[in-house]
């Protein structure tokens, strides 16, 4: 599986952004995906995860209530909605995914994910 993030950019606080992560090879609908998120100087952390059907999703507390993750398995495509952007969310954002047989499963650990895209930055001005 190779997978392609894009949509990142620069933006104000409180403005809304959409990621979107391209799959291609495999079938993509056998894997769960994930955003993670890695700010300068910082370590690479959690930020959503959905199971391969779609019907199960998990947030990191930090983004709960503002980030929605979304798939379209017919399109290969796993999506980061992301409202009321703060500075603190200034990253480079990475998609993951990994294959599973569990349709309802999700993973918030990076070291659960075998492929990861190139990552996509996203900047948040004050």
């Known amino acids: 599986v190779q997978l392609q993030a894009s949509g990142g950019g620069l933006v104000q606080a409180g403005d809304s952004l959409r990621l979107s992560c391209a799959a291609s090879?495999?079938?993509?609908?056998?894997?769960?995906s994930g955003w993670f998120r890695q700010a300068p100087g910082k370590e690479r952390e959690f930020v959503a995860a959905i199971s391969r059907s779609g019907i199960s999703t998990n947030y990191a507390d930090s983004v709960k209530g503002r980030f929605t993750i979304s798939r379209n398995n017919a399109k290969n495509t796993v999506y980061l909605q992301m409202n009321s952007l703060k500075p603190e969310d200034t990253a480079v954002y990475y998609c993951?995914?990994?294959?599973?047989?569990?349709?309802?499963?999700?993973?918030?650990?990076?070291?659960?994910?075998?492929?990861w895209g190139q990552g996509t930055l996203v900047t948040v001005s004050s």
């Open positions: 993951a995914a990994s294959f599973t047989i569990k349709v309802l499963e999700t993973k918030d650990d990076e070291d659960d994910y075998n492929y």
């Open positions: 090879g495999r079938t993509f609908s056998t894997h769960m």
